[in-house]
C-alpha cells in the first residue's frame, strides 16, 4: 500500500488552517481525482509536452512545471513567499534546511461554512522526514465543509470540475464534508524513481490526447507569480470556467440556504525563467480556433496558422504528431506556420523546433532544440443527431415537443419550426416546446452544432396539426396548395385563365378548378416555389411581360391566391427561372434564375417574402441546356436537386449540395428528352415517397416518370391525355 506524506500545517503569517490529516491514496481515490480533475470540453489546451522540467540534482524535484501558458518553479523558500519554508533562516540546502513539503502550485479559498477548498500540485517526502530518495508527488483536492445536514448529499462546483459527497456526523451533531483526494501519486522504490511526468498529467491533464487544464491566477497579481498566497482575491483561468467554488445542499450557505458561493482564492505559483533557446511552443490562430472559445483549440480547418517565438532568424521547423509539414525563417522574434498538407481528424500534437547550434560539434548535445506540443483537436464532421420522440401526424396537439440527440458528446441543437418560428433558436439542449399552434401543416427543423463549429444539415418532421390527411416530407417540397399533403398542378389555359389541377396521391390529377379568372396571359413565367413568405401556405410566383416580379400567396385549404405582392422588377434578363425549393440549406424555399450570358444564380429566399443577395450557382455555359426544372430531393442525399436537358435531347441531374452549389452532374437519360415540350418537378407525386418527373410531349399528352429515389426514373405513366400543349405548365 502506497504512502502518502504527513502533510504539517501550512506556514501562512496571516492566517491558520487546521491540521492536514495523513491520507493514504487508494485506487479509488486516485479516479475521482482524475475524473474531478478531468478538463472540461472548453479547456484551454495549451499544453507543453513534457509537462514536467528536469530534475534539480539539488533536492531531487522537478525545477518546474508547466500548463502551456506558464512555467512554475518549485517553491521552497522565504524569500520567494512560499506556503512552505525550510525550517531554518538562511540559505536553503538538501536535506538540512529543507521542508518536508513544498508546492509548484496551490489554489485555497474559504469562506462561511467552507473550511477549506484546496487545488494543489505538490512535492514532500515518502515518511515526512526530508531523506534523500525519498521525494514524492502528487495532484491533490482538499474539500472542508461544515454545519451541515447530515446524510444529506452536496455538489461542490469548483475550478478543476464538480464532486459530490454526502455529509457525515462530525461528532457534534451536525454534518460535514472532510475528503481529500491525491492523485498522480509518484513513490520512489530502490530502483524505480518518481514518475514526475504522470504528477503532472494528473493536475494538468493528458497532453497525448490533447485534454488539458490551466493553472488558476489572481486577478492583476504580484509581478513573476500567479498570486500571493496570504491574501485573497478574485481569479481567472479555471480551466472549468468556474472561478469560484459553489457548494449546493441543505443549508450550504447556512440555514435556509442552500448554496454557498466563495470567489476569492490565496494562490501560491512563482513563475519560473529558466530557458533552453527552444523556440516557444507553437499557438494556433484565433481565427482558426473555431471552437467554442478563441483557446481551446478545437479547429474544423485542416490547415490552420501556427504561431510562436523563435531566435530572430532561426529557421524553426513545425511537426504534427513528430512528423515535419512546413518550416519558415523566425522573423522580429516570431514564426508563422501553416501546415503544407491536410491535418488529419482527431487528436493532434504540434511542436515546432530549430537545429541546436551545438550540434554536432558536441556529438552529446541533443540534435534539435523543441518546444513543448500544443494538443489540438482536428474536427470537420458534424455531429449526428437522432430524433428522439415527437407529435404525431395528424395530431390534434397544439403544443408540439420534440427530443432529440447526438452520440458527439458537448453537442449544442438549434431549432426552427416553420412556418411560425423562421429564425433558428439556439441553445435548444435535447428538447423544445412550442407555444399553442393553430391547424395547419408544420415543419420542424433541427441541426447540431459541435464544439469545433461544425453545422449539420438540418433533420426535419412535417406534421400535421388537426383533422386532415397526414402530411408528409412531400409537402416540404413545396407543392402543396391545398394543404391535403399531396402534390398539387397549376397550369394556365390559352385564354388567361389560371387553373389548380390537385394531385390525388395515387399519381393522378383531380378535377381542375379555376383560381385566376383571365389575365393570365400577361404572366410570362409561372412558377410553384412552395411556402415562400412563411405563412405556411404554398404559393405561386409570376413574371409579368414587363419584367416584374409577383408573389400570389397561397389561400392554403381553398387552393386559392391572396393579393399579389410585388417582389422584383428587371426579370426579363432572365431566359429562364426554376423553383429548386431549398438549394441552399437554410429550410427557406428559394429561387434559380439564367440570364442571357448563360450564369445560373441562386435567389435565396429570406422565408418572408423576399429575397436575400444573389450567388452563382452554377457558372457560364448554361445556355447550351434548352429546359431547367427543379426536383426536390431526387437522388439519395437530403438536398435539393435539378434536372436539365440539354440540346441534344440528354437529361441530366444536377444534384444539389445543400450549400448553394451543384455537385457532379449525373445522366438519367441518354436521348429523346427533345421530344417534350415541358418538364416539371412536382414532387412525391404517385403513391411512393420519391420525388417524380413530369414531362409534357410534342402531342400535348402528359406523363409522369416516377423516381426511384436513387436519381433514376422508372416507367413511365400517362397522366394527361392530349391536349396540354395549350397550356404553359408551372415548374
Known amino acids: 500500500m502506497p504512502l502518502a506524506h504527513r502533510s504539517a500545517p501550512h506556514r501562512h503569517p496571516a492566517k491558520k488552517h487546521p491540521a492536514k490529516k495523513k491520507v493514504v491514496t487508494t485506487v479509488a481515490a486516485a479516479s475521482l481525482l482524475a475524473a474531478a480533475f478531468a478538463p472540461l470540453s472548453i479547456a484551454p489546451a495549451h499544453a507543453e509536452l513534457p ?11 522537478p525545477l518546474w512545471y508547466s500548463d502551456g501558458t506558464v512555467r512554475l518553479q518549485f517553491c521552497y523558500t522565504a524569500e520567494l513567499g512560499c506556503l512552505s519554508t525550510q525550517p531554518n533562516p538562511g540559505p536553503a540546502s538538501y536535506p538540512d534546511n529543507f521542508p518536508e513539503e513544498a508546492f509548484w502550485f496551490a489554489a485555497e479559498a474559504s469562506g462561511g461554512n467552507l473550511r477549506l477548498y484546496e487545488a494543489a500540485l505538490e512535492g514532500a517526502h515518502v515518511n515526512g522526514a526530508v531523506v534523500p530518495g525519498e521525494q514524492m508527488g502528487f495532484a491533490r483536492l482538499r474539500f472542508r465543509v461544515e454545519n451541515l445536514v447530515i446524510g444529506s448529499q452536496y455538489t461542490i462546483t469548483h475550478p478543476y470540475g464538480v464532486n459530490t459527497y454526502t455529509a457525515v456526523d462530525d461528532g457534534r451533531g451536525a454534518g460535514e464534508i472532510s475528503q481529500t483526494v491525491d492523485s498522480g501519486l509518484c513513490t520512489p522504490t530502490a530502483t524505480v524513481a518518481c514518475d514526475w511526468d504522470g504528477v503532472g498529467r494528473a493536475f494538468l ?12 491566477r489572481q486577478v492583476n497579481p504580484p509581478v513573476g507569480t500567479l ?87 532561426s529557421t524553426v521547423e513545425l ?4 512528423v515535419p509539414a512546413g518550416s519558415a525563417v523566425a522573423a522580429g522574434g516570431t514564426y508563422s506556420i501553416v ?56 395530431t390534434l396537439d397544439t403544443t408540439p415537443t420534440f427530443n432529440f440527440s447526438s452520440t458527439e458528446s458537448g453537442t449544442s441543437f438549434d431549432c426552427q419550426l416553420l412556418p411560425t418560428n423562421n429564425l433558428w433558436e439556439t441553445g435548444c439542449l435535447t428538447g423544445k416546446t412550442y ?7 408544420y415543419t420542424f427543423n433541427v441541426r447540431s452544432v459541435d464544439t469545433a463549429g461544425n453545422v449539420s444539415t438540418p433533420t426535419s418532421y412535417v406534421w400535421r396539426i388537426g383533422q386532415g390527411t397526414p402530411a408528409s416530407a412531400t409537402a416540404a417540397e413545396q407543392k402543396d396548395m391545398t394543404g391535403d399533403g399531396n402534390p398539387d398542378l397549376v397550369s394556365r389555359s390559352s385564354d388567361g385563365k389560371l387553373w389548380l389541377y390537385p394531385g390525388t396521391s395515387a399519381g393522378r390529377l383531380g378535377t381542375r378548378f379555376n383560381i385566376g379568372s383571365g389575365g393570365w396571359n400577361s404572366m410570362s413565367a409561372l412558377m410553384m416555389p412552395g411556402d415562400f413568405d412563411g405563412d405556411g401556405n404554398s404559393d405561386l410566383i409570376a413574371r409579368a411581360t414587363d419584367g416584374v416580379l409577383w408573389l400570389y400567396p397561397g389561400a392554403g385549404g381553398s387552393g386559392g391566391l391572396l393579393a399579389r405582392k410585388q417582389i422584383g422588377t428587371g426579370w426579363n434578363s432572365m431566359s429562364a427561372l426554376v423553383a429548386p425549393g431549398d438549394f441552399n440549406g437554410d429550410n427557406r424555399v428559394d429561387l434559380l434564375a439564367r440570364d442571357s450570358a448563360g450564369t445560373l444564380w441562386l435567389y435565396p429566399g429570406n422565408g418572408s417574402g423576399r429575397f436575400g443577395t444573389r450567388g452563382i450557382a452554377g457558372a457560364s455555359g448554361w445556355n447550351a441546356m434548352s429546359q431547367l426544372a427543379g426536383v426536390g430531393t431526387f437522388d439519395t442525399g437530403g438536398t435539393a436537386d435539378m434536372v436539365a436537358r440539354d440540346s441534344t435531347g440528354r437529361l441530366w441531374l444536377y444534384p444539389g449540395t445543400g450549400t448553394g452549389k451543384f455537385g457532379t452532374r449525373k445522366l438519367i437519360g441518354s436521348s429523346g428528352w427533345n421530344a417534350m415540350s415541358g418538364l416539371n418537378g412536382p414532387g412525391a407525386f404517385d403513391a411512393g415517397a420519391s420525388m417524380d418527373l413530369m414531362a409534357r410531349d410534342s402531342k400535348g399528352t402528359l406523363w409522369l416518370y416516377p423516381g426511384n429515389g436513387s436519381g433514376g426514373l422508372g416507367t413511365r405513366v400517362q397522366i394527361g391525355a392530349s391536349g396540354w400543349s395549350t397550356m404553359m405548365i408551372a415548374p
Do not use: K
Not at 509537462?51 to 524535484?61: I, L, Q, R
Not at 476569492?264 to 471552437?291: E, H, L, Y
Not at 407555444?435 to 401543416?441: E, K, L, R, S, T
Open 435 to 441: 407555444d399553442a399552434q393553430q391547424d395547419g401543416i
Open 227 to 313: 498570486g500571493n498566497p496570504n491574501v485573497a482575491s478574485a481569479v481567472t483561468g479555471a480551466p472549468s470556467g468556474n472561478n469560484f467554488v459553489r457548494v449546493d445542499g441543505p443549508n450550504a450557505g447556512g440555514t435556509g440556504v442552500n448554496t454557498l458561493t466563495v470567489s476569492t482564492f490565496a494562490v501560491q505559483g512563482v513563475i519560473s525563467d529558466t530557458t533552453d533557446g527552444a523556440p516557444a511552443m507553437p499557438d494556433m490562430a484565433a481565427a482558426n480556433d473555431t471552437g467554442r472559445s478563441t483557446t481551446d483549440n478545437i479547429t474544423s480547418a485542416t490547415t490552420p496558422t501556427f504561431t510562436g517565438s523563435a531566435t530572430d532568424g
Open 51 to 61: 509537462p514536467a522540467g528536469p530534475v534539480d540534482p539539488a533536492n531531487g524535484y
Open 339 to 394: 501546415p503544407t498538407t491536410a491535418l488529419a481528424q482527431g487528436r493532434r500534437t504540434i511542436t515546432a523546433r530549430i537545429a541546436n547550434p551545438a550540434f554536432p560539434a558536441d556529438p552529446a548535445a541533443p540534435q534539435f532544440l523543441a518546444s513543448g506540443g500544443l494538443a489540438i483537436t482536428v474536427d470537420t464532421t458534424a455531429a449526428p443527431i437522432t430524433m428522439g420522440t415527437g407529435p404525431s401526424n395528424p
Open 205 to 216: 491533464g493528458s497532453y497525448g490526447v490533447g485534454t488539458t487544464a490551466t493553472f488558476l
Open 319 to 322: 511537426l504534427v504528431d513528430g
